[in-house]
């Protein structure tokens, strides 16, 4: 019994975490650390670092005449390497090397056998969900097998990463304060990736931004439309942005504060349909429009849970939604009553992620992981996120409106209507700005008042 206990606790965290669900002092529980797919990965790297490289160049059995030659020509490939990984994960572990040419890159080296024992940890989570259905029937977790099954062959394949990076790359080059490490395609493989070598604090890490005068207001508004515009624009989500995989610097040419975004394994594609839905979702809730919130969470699958969906979607009690999500600060009371639903309710949640399209599973983690950072930065929930996040709804909305119509005088109109609701926001946004210096001003003038300097 005490096993059983634990196997489903196992998968409650899991739930909950998938939920979008914000829990334990500001920590979020990541889908992709679930032991069952894990197991084993993250307890050891291979001591011998050319091992791991050499093999995964080339089929070459540990210990044979083959291995042995080759051992001594990594100096072949580089000036230098580092023995000691910059980071090791549960598929990878990230090296420090320079080339011959004078170039330092970062050799992400994929750990051996991940990939026959990939399709061993996916069935022994299949077998668990059966056994956790047999158990518990109110509690519905096959999504959690169908999701792996699509993800990890994906994730497994470095080449697969390096397109996706240079993907997002050229989508994103207006933002000039993005930067995704370039791809040297000569010594890549499906299971070790080279790319450009690019040092950082991560975008949690207050005490680095205040060491390097770092706005994190700044990084959080960055980070705001660079995901407003993947989600609401683009249809294509780096949905894995956890820390260490979203660095923050000053570049060394011009001092201008960058992100840096790494671990281009795991994206979502979203469909015309899907986006066009969740840009109408979003809309509703920064604005308030109970009527649309609902149809567009039914659209997205919802059904009669629309309000746990919501609540879900935007970490927030009902109540804060009715009232409208950029209208009151999260509080611990609500955060509190957060957590106490998602207890209560978890027979829901489950029955709730097996209802909507899977491209809605990777955006709650991906929402789960960006509000953690907010978290962890102060500024979550900020009326500017949301404001940045209209933009590229009416962006998104707009340029589908047009691409539908074959009538200049409504492509005009549809132009017009964009520009004014732009504009509508950029007057709230800079009313909002003017209040807060007032603010600013007033609390000073307060302060001078209560502690004159002394003479």
């Known amino acids: 019994m005490a096993r059983r206990a634990l196997k489903l606790a196992s998968w409650t965290s899991m739930a ?9 002092s500001n920590k979020y529980l990541d889908l ?3 032991g069952a ?62 080339l011959h040419d004078g170039r330092t890159v970062a050799v992400k080296v ?16 299949e077998v668990l969900v059966l056994a956790v259905k047999q158990l518990f029937p109110e509690f519905e977790f096959m999504w959690l097998v169908d999701e792996a099954k699509k993800n990890l062959p994906l994730e497994l394949d470095f ?16 933002f000039d304060f993005l930067k995704v490490p370039q791809i040297y395609w000569e010594l890549s493989t499906k299971r070790v990736l080279l790319m450009e070598f690019v040092d950082g604090g991560q975008v949690n890490d207050r005490d680095y931004m205040e060491r390097n005068k770092i706005d994190v207001n700044e990084i959080s508004r960055h980070l705001g439309k660079m995901y407003s515009e993947m989600i609401f624009v683009s249809g294509f989500v780096h949905c894995d942005p956890h820390p260490g995989n979203v660095l923050v610097r000053k570049c060394p040419g011009t001092g201008k504060v960058e ?46 849970l629309y309000p746990l969906f919501t609540c879900m979607l935007t970490a927030r009690s009902w109540d804060s939604v009715n009232r409208g999500i950029g209208q009151t600060p999260v509080t611990a009371t609500e955060d509190s009553e957060i957590r106490n639903n998602a207890a209560n309710y978890l027979p829901q949640i489950s ?23 907010e978290a962890a930065l102060g500024t979550r929930a900020s009326a500017t996120s949301f404001l940045n996040m209209s933009r590229c709804c009416i962006k998104a909305l707009a340029a589908h409106k047009k691409k539908n119509t074959h009538s200049f005088f409504r492509r ?41 300097a002394p003479h």
């Open 16 to 24: 909950l975490a998938a939920s979008g669900v914000y829990l334990y």
């Open 32 to 34: 992709n650390d679930f």
């Open 37 to 98: 797919v894990r197991v084993g990965r993250a307890v050891a790297t291979t001591a011998v670092i050319s091992y791991d490289y050499l093999t995964s160049l080339r089929s070459v059995p540990y210990g044979s005449e083959e291995y042995l030659q080759l051992r001594s020509k990594i100096h072949d490939l580089f000036m230098s390497f580092d023995d000691t990984p910059l980071g090791a994960a549960s598929l990878a572990q990230v090296h420090k090397a320079v």
């Open 110 to 125: 994929q750990h051996p056998k991940v990939q026959a024992q990939s399709s061993k940890d996916i069935l022994l989570m």
């Open 159 to 174: 080449l697969n990463e390096g397109r996706n990076a240079e993907k997002v790359a050229q989508m994103l080059k207006h």
């Open 259 to 304: 992100i840096v975004l790494l671990d281009h394994g795991l994206y979502q594609v979203l469909t015309e349909e899907f986006r066009l839905d969740y840009c109408h979702l979003w809309q509703s809730l920064i604005w308030t429009d109970m009527k649309s919130v609902k149809k567009y969470s039914q659209r997205l699958g919802a059904g009669d």
């Open 351 to 373: 029955h709730l992620l097996n209802l909507v399209p899977r491209q809605m599973l990777l955006i709650f983690k991906t929402n789960d992981l960006l509000r953690g950072i």
């Open 412 to 452: 005009t109109q549809i132009s017009f209507s964009e520009a004014f609701n732009l504009w509508q926001i950029n007057l709230h946004e800079l009313v909002l700005r003017v209040k807060g210096l007032r603010l600013a001003s007033w609390v000073l003038a307060l302060l001078c008042w209560l502690f004159p």
